[in-house]
């Protein structure tokens, strides 16, 4: 997050401090490990980790594409580790996690994007954590259908894609992903009969007209949990905010896609996709 400029109030965050959090570092820096929550500069890192709980990402730290919103390195990845899947399932049950939530970089580089390599993970935490629930926030896979079911046959409870924000900022802050291609995802997601679910960012621009019409393409097509945060800029070469929303807006937003029908909604100013997930994979 740019420094130097301040924040509303309601953005205040919690200290990244606590016994808690100490053990979560200490698991992620001794297994080589990486997360979302330090690669994308999370705002909830604090919260998130104080609770016991963190956002694990694979297939290294180095994505393919170059987001202009997000802070996660961009270049040409190394190989995928193959004893990665090893050693973040056995992080996950020294943390003793009842659930837990797997995302990873963007892969282009590789023939499936990564998809084998995310069925391969997800046996082997179920195997050395038969008990678990599981979260996999994916990419897009370039729409490759059978990538997407190597994911799905691996039996993840919840699947998420985030279409990130509005049809119109599309292509402005998201490098190659593609408005309907996010919902093409989240519907196949849903017909194979997984729990979809997907998020976006508020404060880059966007009306309430094409906020309310996002809420609508999700929800036709099958998604059944909704996340909607405040974007905040992680650097000075991203995208700038144009809004901070506040918080009775955002509860507007989540008040909207509830009476639509979604299962479950978490919206407000520091949402991210994977805050409160373990409520996440009871919603229907």
């Known amino acids: 997050m740019v420094k ?9 965050m919690q200290r990244a401090s606590g016994e808690n959090y100490t053990m979560v570092k200490h698991v992620v820096l001794e297994n080589h490990l990486h997360t979302i929550c330090t690669s994308g500069n999370c705002p909830n890192i604090g919260e998130c980790w104080n609770a016991g709980t963190a956002t694990f990402m694979i297939l290294g730290d180095i994505c393919t594409r170059a987001c202009k919103f997000c802070a996660t390195k961009t270049g040409k990845p190394f190989p995928p580790d193959p004893h990665e899947p090893e050693r973040l399932a056995g992080s996950i049950k020294t943390m003793q996690l009842k659930h837990c939530v797997i995302t990873s970089v963007d892969r282009d580089d590789l023939a499936d994007g990564g998809a084998s390599f ?11 954590n038969p008990q678990i629930t599981i979260e996999t926030l994916i990419p897009d896979f370039d729409g490759n259908l059978e990538n997407i079911q190597k994911v ?7 699947i998420s894609h985030n279409i990130e924000t509005v049809r119109r900022l599309t292509p402005i802050i998201r490098t190659k992903a593609k408005y309907n291609r996010s919902l093409e995802v989240i519907k196949f997601i849903n017909e ?30 099958g998604c059944k ?60």
Request: glycine content about 8%.
């Open 192 to 221: 194979r009969g997984k729990i979809a679910k997907s998020g976006f960012m508020l404060g880059l621009g966007e009306t309430e007209d094409e906020v309310a019409q996002t809420i609508i393409d999700l929800y036709a097509a």
């Open 118 to 128: 995310w069925s391969d993970t997800i046996k082997r935490i179920k195997e050395v």
């Open 225 to 284: 949990i909704l996340t909607i945060g405040q974007y905040l800029q992680p650097g000075l070469d991203y995208m700038q905010v144009v809004e901070y929303i506040t918080p009775e807006k955002f509860e507007e937003y989540r008040i909207r896609a509830l009476d639509m029908g979604f299962g479950f909604v978490e919206s407000s100013p520091l949402v991210r996709s994977s805050f409160h997930a373990e409520n996440h994979v009871k919603a229907h």
């Open 4 to 12: 130097g400029r301040r924040l509303p109030v309601w953005l205040k």
């Open 152 to 158: 799905i046959d691996a039996g993840p409870d919840v």
